[in-house]
């Protein structure tokens, strides 16, 4: 099982917390993060390209999807792994995310779930 959440929720997360952010998050101590996998996070570049250059959604997940996929696909093999060790993980960032919002971590949940079927 993988979830996701905000690294600011204030309910019970399951199993492995796992931060994919390529940032340390503002006033988070480190207790609440089992594992820090820097590069499941959008790179630098296309970060700020979303959040300061207007790249809109659609975009900006396709050019994730790509990253990880073709750049990075020891990322997904290494969630993958630490899911079948530990049984379940959450996929943690800043974001609190209203329904009406967007987050990486939503395709990055789809990304390794599609692996799956």
Do not use: N
Not at 67 to 90: I, K
Request: glycine share 4%.
């Amino acid at each position: 099982m993988i979830e996701h959440a905000s690294i600011y929720s204030t309910s019970d997360i399951a199993g492995l917390k796992v931060l994919v952010m390529r940032y340390w998050p503002r006033g988070v101590r480190r207790e609440r993060v089992d594992v820090w996998i820097k590069d499941a996070a959008p790179s630098r570049e296309l970060l700020r390209a979303y959040a300061h250059e207007g790249l809109p959604w659609a975009e900006f997940e396709q050019r994730y999807r790509d990253e990880m996929l073709h750049e990075r696909p020891e990322v997904l093999e290494r969630l993958r792994g630490l899911q079948e060790e530990h049984g379940a993980l959450t996929l943690l960032c800043h974001e609190r995310m209203p329904p009406e919002e967007h987050c990486h971590r939503t395709v990055l949940l789809e990304l390794l779930t599609e692996a799956r079927l």
